[in-house]
């Protein structure tokens, strides 16, 4: 009898209202009670007296715990009319549900040497008195958790919140197995992203020379697509990495962050207006009814993020090529940069001037005499790790080569320090300073051992530019940002945007940008 029960348990309501439904087919409404009161649940030989009936309640002296870090005791007194239990006396059939999914790929391993980081408790109940033990928390972040109280059919009748303070002083765990692996394939997607990228530039670059841009730049062409669908597949690898981490102990949100600004930033300069996606739930961009995000909103949501993430990065020399945990975890340098270019994209000098000096003060970095158009440098960088001016970069294993020397490096640097004294000197000159720009490129002179030619600032940073970036990633938007680009380049004004993959434009809804 108690296996038929318990068996009818999850079907009782679909009964009644089963029976409610037959009698309205033949046009004879009836009432029907709640058969759970019918059943003596828990066998003290009554029924119907294990169920909160109509206007009765259950209710906990207290719903929420503020828990510090390092745990503690507490008792919460419950009244009900009803026994009340922390697991129902009564479960459904296994059967009548679908089976438990298998754990998520992200969930071992994404740290390194981390015991588990999620709220412990012990809990008892007896006499009405509920008796929780909350061990200490081992996360730099608060974590949640809750305790609930069943009837004996398994009616959720109250729930005690709990909220348990991190210990920000503890050290930040480094990647572990499948943390690695997760950020080595999202580092190869940015490789073959900025790779692609370079070329683009020389394609640019060289184009009054050759008319480069109308032979390889079009809707169709292959080095569009795959800079375009590299960036998209890099966002959802960092949007997945950083959703399964926020379930865990949140701590490396911040350096998601900043990824997703870095590639965000190319993709607006790029082409203008992208879809931002923002979730997994969305999908992979190019996927059915997915619509430009405005840049302006683009970089509103980018900014915020940067000076978020910038409290939780650490003051030190960055280094992104010794290992995949010095590449993952940036320091507030390449924040401040990542915010800078964004402002001065923006037009906003004065504060990409605050943040510039910020890393110059900060004395992590000094020029040499690499030259960032020259692949013999490059290469000396890549064999001899990040050297005193790269600040971030990215590795490269791709050589193409054509009839005037076009081809990308063995390593493709997004930052350097040339290119922060370079960007600040444009600062100081846009804000009015033009003899401190013209000190801040006496310096490139004095190191490079370059002539600038030009009669303006803005002229002689064009110049070093033009003659120390060309495979650094950073001409196309600073040429864009100061108006030099149709130029430089000796293209129309549609061709400072870069068309949307014609793939993209058919299967995704997504507008083609003007003129192509």
């Known amino acids: 009898m108690k296996e038929g029960r318990n068996a009818l348990a999850g079907q009782l309501s679909a009964v009644r209202n089963h029976v409610i439904d037959r009698y309205e087919e033949i ?9 759970a009161y019918f059943f003596d649940w828990d066998n003290d030989g009554v029924a119907g007296n294990e169920t909160l009936q109509e206007g009765q309640t259950v209710t906990l002296e207290t719903t929420e715990l503020q828990v510090p870090n390092q745990g503690g005791n507490y008792t919460i007194k419950i009244t009900s009319p009803v026994p009340v239990y922390l697991e129902p006396l009564i479960s459904e059939d296994d059967e009548s549900y679908p089976p438990l999914i298998s754990e998520d790929y992200f969930s071992t391993d994404i740290y390194e040497g981390l015991v588990d980081a999620s709220v412990s408790l012990e809990k008892s109940l007896e006499n009405n008195v509920l008796t929780i033990n909350v061990s200490p928390l081992n996360s730099r972040t608060s974590k949640e958790a809750s305790v609930k109280v069943y009837d004996c059919m398994g009616n959720e009748v109250g729930e005690v919140k709990i909220v348990q303070e991190g210990n920000p002083d503890m050290p930040l765990p480094k990647l572990g197995e499948t943390g690695k692996t997760v950020v080595a394939g999202f580092a190869l997607e940015l490789a073959k992203a900025f790779s692609q990228w370079s070329l683009m ?43 399964a981490e926020a379930k865990q102990l949140g701590v490396y949100q911040s350096y998601f ?67 995949v945990n010095d590449f993952f975890f940036v320091s507030r ?52 790790g990040s050297g005193t001016e790269t600040i971030l970069a990215v590795r490269n294993g791709v050589m193409t080569r054509s009839n005037i020397s076009l081809g990308v490096p063995s390593l493709v640097p997004l930052m350097t320090y040339t290119d922060v ?9 846009k804000n009015g300073s033009t003899s401190d720009a013209e000190s801040q490129l006496n310096k490139i002179v004095a190191a ?69």
């Open 448 to 516: 490079k051992g370059i002539p600038l030619s030009g009669t303006t600032v803005l002229d002689k940073i064009k110049s070093a530019r033009l003659q120390l970036s060309l495979y650094c990633d950073v001409n196309f938007a600073f040429l864009k940002r100061t108006g030099f680009a149709k130029e430089v380049y000796g293209v129309e004004d549609y061709r400072l945007l870069l068309p949307i993959p014609q793939r993209d434009v058919i299967a995704g809804g997504i507008s083609q940008n003007t003129g192509y």
């Open 257 to 323: 962050d900043v990824w997703n600004a870095l590639y965000y930033y190319y993709m607006v300069v790029a082409w203008g207006d992208v879809p931002y996606v923002d979730s997994t739930d969305f999908g992979v961009a190019g996927g059915s009814s997915i619509f430009k995000t405005s840049q302006s909103e683009i970089f509103s949501r980018l900014i915020k993020e940067l000076q978020e993430a910038m409290d939780n990065l650490e003051e030190k020399k960055n280094e992104s090529l010794r290992d």
């Open 333 to 384: 340098d390449v924040a401040r940069i990542l915010l800078a270019d964004i402002y001065m994209y923006q037009g906003n000098y004065l504060q990409a001037e605050s943040l510039l000096a910020k890393v110059i003060s900060g004395g992590f970095y000094m020029l040499d005499s690499s030259n960032y158009n020259q692949k013999e440098t490059i290469t000396d960088l890549y064999n001899n």
């Open 27 to 35: 046009g004879l409404p009836i009432e029907v009670k709640e058969l």
């Open 201 to 243: 530039e020389q394609y640019y670059h060289y184009n009054k020379e050759a008319n480069l841009v109308s032979q390889y730049i079009s809707p169709d062409a292959t080095i569009i697509s795959d800079i375009w669908n590299s960036f998209y597949r890099a966002n959802r690898m960092n949007l997945m990495f950083k959703e």
């Open 421 to 429: 004294l370079l960007s600040y000197a444009e600062c100081l000159c």
